[in-house]
């Protein structure tokens, strides 16, 4: 399984980003995908998660109300909308799947908010 996150960037306070995971690999019929993030120096937390079979998902408080995880069974794509952002949402964002637990991991891409 290979996941390949993309669509950081550099962008103003209140600008929106959608972040992408192409996976590859599997069916994935019977994963969940999930978004997290890393701030510098900061522990990584998840934001998001949805169940890639059904489409149920699932926030964290951090994730809650700004961001919107969805996914594309056709391509096989992640994606995490992330709206009205914040300098604190500074962080590296990382994409990740797993039946038990989030065995496979993306790389990262990094997301700098400016004020």
């Known amino acids: 399984v290979q996941l390949q996150a993309s669509g950081g960037g550099l962008v103003q306070a209140g600008a929106s980003l959608r972040l992408s995971c192409a996976a590859s690999?599997?069916?994935?019929?019977?994963?969940?995908m999930g978004w997290f993030r890393q701030p510098a120096g900061k522990e990584r937390e998840i934001l998001a998660r949805?169940?890639?079979?059904?489409?149920?998902?699932s926030y964290s408080d951090s994730g809650k109300g700004r961001f919107t995880i969805s996914r594309d069974k056709a391509t096989n794509t992640v994606y995490l909308q992330m709206n009205s952002l914040k300098p604190e949402d500074t962080a590296v964002y990382y994409c990740?799947?797993?039946?038990?637990?989030?065995?496979?991991w993306g790389q990262g891409t990094q997301v700098t908010v400016s004020s």
């Open positions: 949805i169940n890639y079979n059904t489409g149920s998902t």
């Open positions: 990740a799947a797993g039946i038990a637990n989030y065995q496979y």
């Open positions: 690999g599997s069916t994935f019929s019977n994963y969940v």
